[in-house]
């Protein structure tokens, strides 16, 4: 990209995200991560937010970016970047996740997500159902989810029969289903990912043998675990909500169980069975899925080479509406 300012910036308030170091990468932005304090821990709120504020427009003022592209949840980023973008005249594209557009507490703010898409040149959504709610708003948008560009990472050496859990531990994600269905497959084994804290030793404690958390793991080893197992578990409760582990899969072309909800049917369409959140359609997808992981592994690495061309089309897109835009402006 070429303009009259600095080089682009995608602005997030977080201590990293994968989503945002892809988008900065294909996009040949800068990514500035600005965060303080515990990452994700509402009592923090009114403490942090103010001083991530002041430390945005401190970075943007020195930057000076021509494209600011900026991650929202939390809004407030995106709204501090649209603040930067009126008085210096750069334009904003809002890269808008599910939870931010649907979610509480992101939906006490929709007057203010409204007012930003509207002024925003793109906001950047995952499915339909979005794009319909951005564009009744009067906002521009585009679908895009960004291809997963892996380290360098070996592989491990695992029990057989290997599922990779995709887990963080948030409100949406049925494990306590999965914990059930793996005490009925104990010939199965089950690698969890995410933080253990002291929330969750309930769980760990009483666990069947033939589950593992990993703990927080460094992304190197989590693409080794990826890169090691049979399938991959990547599972909902709520409804349009992209399924990262999903993508990983299909980037790594492994089988994927994922949630049957119709946005994630369309968008996974192949490789990939889907389960209701129950243990036992789990524990029967699991199954269905390591007797043919030779059979959907073929077809991830087919719809990866569709997934790829269509995001390069879609960033050609991005750049040349910011193109004109910057020539519009300054003409």
């Known amino acids: 990209m070429k303009s009259r300012y600095g080089r682009p910036v995608y602005l997030a308030w977080a201590p990293f995200n994968r989503r945002a170091d892809s988008f900065a990468s294909h996009f040949n932005a800068e990514l500035c991560l600005v965060h303080y304090f515990k990452y994700r821990s509402p009592e923090w709120a009114l403490f942090k937010y103010p001083l991530m504020a002041a430390k945005t427009l401190a970075v943007l003022r020195k930057k000076r970016p021509g494209l600011v592209m900026a991650m929202s949840p939390p809004l407030f980023c995106a709204w501090i970047a649209h603040l930067f973008c009126a008085l210096y005249g750069c334009k904003l594209v809002i890269d808008a996740h599910t939870g931010s557009l649907i979610s509480f507490p992101w939906t006490m703010f929709r007057f203010l997500h409204k007012f930003l898409c509207k002024r925003a040149l793109l906001t950047i959504v995952t499915n339909d159902h979005l794009v319909r709610l951005v564009e009744s708003w009067g906002g521009e948008t585009i679908i895009m989810n960004p291809p997963i560009d892996f380290p360098e990472a070996g592989k491990k050496r695992l029990k ?55 703990d927080f793991i460094p992304y190197e080893e989590y693409v080794s675990m990826l890169k090691s197992v049979d399938v991959v578990l990547a599972l909902t409760n709520r409804d349009f909500t992209l399924q990262s582990g999903g993508m990983e899969a299909m980037y790594m072309g492994k089988p994927l169980v994922t949630s049957r909800f119709p946005y994630l049917m369309s968008h996974f369409y192949q490789g990939t ?38 995001w390069e089309k879609k960033v050609q897109s991005v750049n040349e509406k910011w193109m004109m835009a910057d020539m519009k402006q300054g003409g």
């Open 273 to 310: 069975l889907y389960a209701v959140p129950e243990a036992e359609d789990i524990a029967e997808k699991l199954l269905e899925a390591l007797k043919h992981r030779k059979k959907l592994s073929r077809q991830m690495e087919t719809m990866r080479e569709a997934h790829s061309r269509d």
């Open 160 to 214: 057989s029969n290997s599922i990779l859990v995709v887990n963080t531990f948030a409100m949406d994600e049925p494990l306590d289903e999965i914990l059930l269905a793996a005490s009925n497959l104990p010939e199965v084994h089950f690698y969890v990912t995410g933080r253990v804290d002291g929330a969750q030793g309930r769980r760990v404690r009483n666990a069947p043998d033939n589950v593992y958390f990993t």
